[in-house]
């Protein structure tokens, strides 16, 4: 009789404890689900690429298939604002995004840098030119990328954090664009090899600056490896002769597989 009281009692324990647990969840979940969320950032949060492009959001060409509408999407928050826009620097993230932002704001998703470094002109560079000229080019934005990012995106993480003091800030890096160990027609390895250095660099320095301001830093390039340019099931366009700005951008199944889960395992 006691051995059946005692596991009576140890199961009462359990079910409280499971109780209290799912309870904690739910009321994080509620909290989670009761801010509001701002979308910032370039292209690769716009989700060009991804198709299926919003009307209204014109040349900014932000995605329903982008991993920021697919957030909200399924979590349903009390405001969500859609502001990144294909083009976009840290400068024009500054001038033309925040104003959504508030000490009501929950949570901040953002993808800056990349167009500060000029990565669309080392791509079309390594594409049409040499190996030579192209190394030159990316040793260029390299250069940029040392000495005069870190500035950019600490004006940048200073402006978010005071404008929004109380929301969680998810910095999303950028996928490596190639898979060098694959046999693949077009880019030389050497180029290939350069340009995936270049893009570590990116994170690398995007991830110090972001951790300098306490934001979180969401790695894409674990989900995307695997799904590079040059593997059998790519999540990125290589060059796309009829839409050309959507060249070396997420497709779909790059948002939803490789950039929703990082925000998601960040929010």
Known sequence: MRRVRAS????????????????????QASTQAAGAYVALGD???SGVGAGSYQTSSGTCKRSNLAYPQLWANANQPSGFSFMACSGATTSSVRSTQLAPLNSSTALVSVSAGGNDAGFADVMQTCVISSDTTCLNRIATARNYITSTLPGNLNALYADIRNRAPNARVVVMGYPKFYNVAAICAGLSDTKRTAINQAADLLNS?????????????????????????????SWLHSVNVTSIGESYHPKAAGQSGGYL???????
């Open 8 to 27: 009576a009692v140890v199961s009462s324990f359990l079910l409280a404890v499971t109780l209290a647990l799912t309870g904690a969840a739910a009321a």
């Open 261 to 267: 889960p990082v925000l998601n395992a960040n929010d």
């Open 43 to 45: 292209s690769y949060s």
């Open 205 to 233: 320095t995007t991830s110090g600056r972001a951790a300098a301001y306490g934001f979180r830093f969401g790695d894409v390039r674990p989900p995307f490896t695997g799904h590079e340019l040059c593997s059998g099931d």
